[in-house]
């Protein structure tokens, strides 16, 4: 069964430096996608980047990257010049499809991160 | 457009005691599924639907059923809640298509005592 880890509950950061969240998966599949998920207070899931992976070019989507590692199954996400506003708890996720065609979404267990001013 | 939108916010229930959660789009997404969050636990996949009249099991399905007898919901029920239950619960819909993104409703805090 495929499997996603996040093997850093917490992290801290400096407003304004860089910090990077780690998150490794496990698959036998080829074609699938990545995702990471950031879910502050309020709860409420926003999609942050997401990584095809038939893509060698890593996503990027302004202060966020990813950096993705097909062979060793691998997607750490960067934020870089980090703000306040990013102290959140971020999941990776991973997308399977399953045998009937359909697919479905693992989450990890998540990082929770606390941005210092 | 609503988005994907979850009643109620927040409910308290005994042991035993049966309810269903709500959950609505208004995307037309074919896709829709519920997640319970747990403390250390992530997000985990308990039912999903690609369309009307379709199903699935995910991770974690027992105590749970589901339906879908439109596109626009996809209601979750407690038969007999239990304790184990507490937790909360998200809702989440896109297009079906591979390439699609997932949108999460607000999520459903639910107590069982």
């Known amino acids: 069964a495929q499997t996603v880890t996040q093997s850093q509950p917490e992290m801290s950061v400096q407003e304004a430096e860089t910090v990077t969240l780690s998150c490794t998966y496990d698959?036998?599949?080829?074609?699938?996608?990545l995702f990471w998920y950031k879910q502050p207070p309020s709860r409420q899931m926003i999609l942050v980047i997401r990584?095809?992976?038939?893509?060698?070019q890593n996503a990027t989507e302004n202060r966020f990257s990813v950096n993705f590692q097909k062979a060793a199954k691998s997607f750490s996400l960067k934020i870089s010049d980090s703000q306040l506003g990013d102290a959140a708890m971020y999941f990776c996720?991973?997308?399977?499809?399953?045998?009937?065609?359909?697919?479905?979404?693992?989450f990890g267990t998540g990082t929770r991160l606390k941005v210092l001013a | 457009n609503a988005g994907v939108t979850q009643t109620p916010k927040f409910q308290v229930l005994k042991t035993g005691q049966s309810m269903t959660l709500q959950c609505a789009q208004d995307?037309?997404?074919?896709?829709m599924s519920w997640y319970r969050q747990d403390p250390g636990m992530g997000l985990r996949l308990i039912h999903y639907?690609?369309?009307?009249?379709?199903?699935d099991q995910g991770e974690v399905p027992n105590g749970y059923n589901v339906s879908r007898s439109t596109t626009e919901d996809f209601p979750l029920r407690l038969l007999s809640a239990a304790p184990s239950q507490t937790s909360v619960y998200f809702c989440?819909?896109?297009?079906?298509?591979?390439?699609?993104?997932?949108?999460f409703g607000p999520g459903t805090r639910l107590l069982v005592l």
């Open positions: 995307m037309n997404h074919e896709y």
């Open positions: 990584q095809e992976a038939y893509k060698q």
């Open positions: 698959t036998s599949e080829s074609d699938y996608y």
């Open positions: 639907s690609v369309g009307a009249g379709i199903t």
């Open positions: 989440a819909s896109s297009y079906r298509g591979v390439r699609e993104t997932q949108y």
């Open positions: 996720a991973y997308r399977d499809r399953t045998t009937s065609g359909t697919y479905k979404y693992i």
